[in-house]
């Protein structure tokens, strides 16, 4: 079992940047697929980004491919989510979730969430 906190949100303006951190508890991090989700009010939980088990593999929603950038070191059990030229429909709660048995680009292939964070970008 794997438990995920993540930090890191805030209010920036368009243009901005953020840095997401998802920690995790456990000694085998390592066997865990990483993936960040987003929810914004009134709308459905929806896929942002994903990393497998060794980071050889990633994988971005289209709406933020080229601005965000998902990493992790498996040595600091910590994903990161790098939001660059963010926008304001970038504003929502993201999570962090994880998998061991399949890479999380959906919610159903979820089986750990962390709390969220806040990310809030003005115009």
């Known amino acids: 079992q794997v438990q995920l906190v993540e930090s890191g949100g805030g209010l920036v303006q368009a243009g901005g940047s953020l840095r997401l951190s998802c920690a995790a508890s456990?000694?085998?991090?390592?066997?865990?697929?990483v993936g960040w989700f987003r929810q914004a009010p009134g709308k459905e939980r929806e896929f942002v980004a994903a990393?497998?088990?060794?980071?050889?593999?990633?994988y971005y929603a289209d709406p933020v491919k080229g601005r965000f950038t998902i990493s992790r070191d498996n040595a600091k059990n910590t994903v990161w989510l790098q939001m660059n030229s963010l926008k304001p429909e970038d504003t929502a709660v993201y999570y962090c979730?994880?998998?061991?048995?399949?890479?999380?680009?959906?919610?159903?292939?979820?089986?750990?969430w962390g709390q969220g964070t806040q990310v809030t970008v003005s115009s």
């Open positions: 979730a994880a998998s061991s048995s399949d890479v999380p680009t959906r919610v159903r292939l979820s089986n750990y």
């Open positions: 456990g000694r085998t991090f390592s066997s865990y697929a």
């Open positions: 990393i497998s088990w060794g980071a050889g593999s990633t």
